[in-house]
């Protein structure tokens, strides 16, 4: 694998250590408490959010980031699940993976300029007419994307900085709610004002994109050695930040209010039992919670593209560095599918996005599952301490509630989502033309898996696998060996 030979060698740009990692992971994830409202009146009460954040972590996020942690270890490179799948199911199922990923990401990203406007517009703040609004979602955009131009370490060092002051009014919260709380209100439900699909919407969004963060593998310092440590440092961080408030706010109001609990009114929480200085706090926390959680999706996004592009599935244009060691027209594309997306309505965005995720983690818990029979010899710095048969059963819950989710759907979102898939598969038939004829430049392709009409066997299988991570790990320097350059 090669880069430009303009693009800065790998030991020359900045790499991220355990926490700035721990912090993208947490706005891959959650970014805070904010967004989990919907919860209590999709759940009617505070029964089912309370239990969700309780037990969903333990089925869906924890499965979701072990496999992460596993695999992230033992192919540490930007192409992070788009490589898993292609060691374990081929090119074809490994682009169209990544097509849908990124769909998913870009979707997701969407929305966080316009909440920026929509938190500090709440409670009688800024409010503007439409036009302004749009022009100050696209300069919004532009800004957050420059920062992403800047440098990844920066994004990171940021993101550390915005979790602490997003997180740090709820510390007030916490404390000032704790002699109201009446732990009978958690057990409060309305059976008849349960929406289901709102519920698991919400909860699913709120827990997935544990695997976002393993496109940024290739930019870690040590790996091998950080990249485990980040992903369980942000799962107690993610379950956190949602449950303490969560209990506080449910606790410390009357039941009645659960249908108020939408978006937002973490801010009216603050409000009645703080006051308006913790309302403006927890709204301003909120807004830069959302600038954390656009950096870090767009750096996830950007860096896939990259990763792609170093396994010959995308042009070579989308695996060039900036000076800072970004990759500028990836991170270009992503900023411009954002800007695209960003009329859509949240609840749109959330259930397109869901089921576009959704797909995409099902072939990457059987590609998991696959390289632990495929290949159990493969080295894996971090190792699920489970057999192929217990990993097999740990992948069972998080797939249920993916089907769950997906039966859920309204029928418009599986028609786009089947849309998007077809669009996929044409992108990859086009790719490939594109890359036969030479009309624009490729890196080094993966090579192809075995032949399965004749058979294969656990030899060549193993070499399959040692194939598509040494052509990606080839631009990588090893964790202590001397630094690598890059060749034309």
Not at 85 to 111: E, H, I, R, Y
Not at 238 to 246: R, S
Not at 267 to 285: C, F, H, N, T
Request: charged share 15%; hydrophobic share 50%.
């Amino acid at each position: 694998m090669t880069g430009s030979p303009a693009d800065p060698p790998a030991r020359s740009r900045p790499r991220l250590t355990v926490l700035p990692l721990i912090a993208l992971i947490f706005y891959d994830v959650s970014g805070g408490p904010f967004g989990i409202e919907d919860s209590v009146r999709a759940g009617g009460g505070a029964l089912l959010p309370v239990l969700g954040f309780l037990v969903l972590p333990a089925l869906w996020s924890l499965p979701e980031a072990l496999v992460t942690a596993e695999l992230a270890s033992a192919f540490p490179t930007n192409a992070g699940y788009v490589a898993w799948v292609s060691a374990a199911f081929g090119p074809a199922a490994a682009f169209l993976v990544g097509f849908t990923k990124w769909a998913s990401g870009t979707l997701d990203n969407a929305l966080y300029p316009v909440l920026f406007l929509d938190y500090l517009r709440s409670g009688g703040g800024l409010a503007l007419a439409p036009p302004l609004r749009s022009l100050a979602v696209l300069v919004l955009t532009a800004a957050l994307t420059y920062l992403n131009y800047r440098g990844l370490h920066l994004v990171g060092l940021s993101a550390l900085a915005l979790t602490a002051f997003s997180l740090s009014p709820f510390v007030a919260l916490t404390v000032l709610a704790a002699p109201k709380i009446r732990p009978a209100r958690w057990l409060a439900i309305d059976v008849g004002a349960v929406n289901l699909r709102g519920y698991f919407n919400s909860m699913f969004w709120n827990l997935n994109y544990w695997d976002k963060a393993s496109t940024l593998a290739g930019e870690v310092e040590e790996p091998r050695k950080t990249f485990p440590k980040a992903v369980f440092g942000a799962v107690g961080l993610v379950v956190g930040a949602y449950l303490i408030p969560l209990l506080a706010g449910t606790g410390a109001l009357p039941s009645e209010t659960a249908a108020e609990w939408t978006d937002g009114f973490f801010s009216e929480v603050g409000q009645r039992i703080g006051g308006p200085w913790l309302r403006v706090w927890i709204q301003a926390a909120a807004a830069m919670s959302n600038m954390g959680l656009f950096e870090a999706e767009m750096s996830s996004d950007s860096f896939q593209l990259l990763g792609m592009a170093e396994m010959g599935m995308i042009p070579a244009i989308f695996a060039r560095r900036s000076k800072h060691g970004t990759p500028t027209f990836s991170i270009l594309c992503s900023a411009t599918g954002v800007v695209i997306l960003s009329f859509m309505s949240f609840q749109e965005i959330i259930e397109f996005l869901n089921f576009l995720y959704g797909l995409g983690m099902l072939v990457v818990f059987a590609a998991f599952v696959k390289l632990r029979i495929k290949n159990p010899d493969l080295p894996r710095p971090y190792r699920i301490p489970v057999g192929t048969a217990g990993a097999a059963v740990m992948c069972v819950p998080p797939v249920v509630l993916i089907t769950t989710v997906m039966c859920l759907a309204s029928a418009r979102t599986v028609i786009v989502n089947a849309i998007v898939v077809a669009a996929g598969v044409a992108l990859y038939y086009g790719v490939e033309h594109a890359k036969r004829r030479a009309w624009v430049e490729f890196l080094a392709p993966v090579p192809p898996p075995p032949d399965s009409s004749h058979g294969s066997t656990t030899a060549s299988d193993a070499a399959d696998v040692e194939d598509v991570r040494a052509g990606l790990l080839a631009d990588e320097p090893a964790d202590e060996a001397p630094p690598r350059s890059h060749s034309a």
